[in-house]
């Protein structure tokens, strides 16, 4: 398997839902990421996780949770959002986080009303 | 933290020209430049890449220069094709500890390919 798979696809939410996206990888990556990417934009790094540990958090907002259960799973969990929250979120893998290729998911299109 | 600028923001070529996207990057121990090509709808998706001890790299119609002392690096596509048309993005790895795997993307360039 050489493929970061999310899900779901497309997530519509209240403010004051939660609910979780999901990320899985089984090519034996050691380091997983979350970016957000507004319409337009590149991505924006939010989180890293190496080795099932949480490295670099790029000062996110508390409403955005993120979680590594284990190497091949990543999730993020969302609460009290914002309409500005709204974007695609992209999930990444690398080999083990140093200055290595990283591969991304198809993305969740998230949209906050 | 690391800043990259890239440049154009869009880019219009004809079938079978070369189009030439360029960026620039301010850490200057930065060691690591991908570039990630993404459709409408779709994943980035790494198209070539290379690192801080090669000046060049070549993979098909697409190539990459780099060029360390002034701090720019720069994808050449040859012989473009309808399929080439999508946003690239540039991307840069800062060095330092901890920093390896933080990338840090270019505003984008949407190429589009006429046929």
């Known amino acids: 398997d050489t493929e970061v798979t999310q899900t779901p696809k497309h997530l519509v939410m209240g403010m004051t839902n939660k609910k979780s996206l999901k990320c899985e990888q089984h090519?034996?990556?050691?380091?997983m990421y979350w970016y957000k990417q507004k319409a337009k934009k590149p991505p924006e790094l939010m989180f890293v996780?190496?080795?099932?540990?949480?490295?670099i958090n790029e000062s996110v907002p508390s409403r955005f949770s993120p979680e590594c259960p284990n190497s091949s799973l990543l999730n993020l969990h969302l609460h009290a959002l914002q309409p500005e929250d709204s974007a695609l979120y992209l999930c990444?893998?690398?080999?083990?986080?140093?200055?290595?290729?990283?591969?991304f998911g198809p993305g969740t299109r998230l949209t906050v009303l | 933290g690391e800043n990259v600028e890239q440049h154009p923001s869009t880019l219009s070529v004809q079938e079978g020209d070369s189009a030439v996207i360029k960026c620039t990057y301010s850490?200057?121990?930065?060691?690591?430049f991908p570039w990630y090509k993404q459709e409408l709808g779709k994943r980035p998706q790494l198209i070539i890449d290379?690192?801080?001890?090669?000046g060049e790299k070549k993979d098909q119609r697409i190539a990459v220069t780099l060029n360390k002392t002034a701090k720019h690096f720069s994808l050449h596509i040859t012989e473009t094709q309808p399929e080439d048309s999508a946003v690239y993005f540039c991307?840069?790895?800062?060095?330092?500890?901890?920093?390896?795997?933080?990338?840090?993307f270019g505003g984008g360039t949407r190429l589009m390919v006429k046929p």
């Open positions: 990444a893998s690398s080999q083990d986080g140093t200055s290595d290729t990283q591969y």
């Open positions: 090519m034996g990556h050691r380091a």
């Open positions: 996780y190496s080795y099932e540990k949480l490295s």
């Open positions: 850490d200057s121990a930065s060691n690591y």
């Open positions: 290379i690192r801080s001890n090669v």
């Open positions: 991307a840069a790895t800062p060095g330092g500890d901890n920093a390896g795997n933080m990338l840090t």
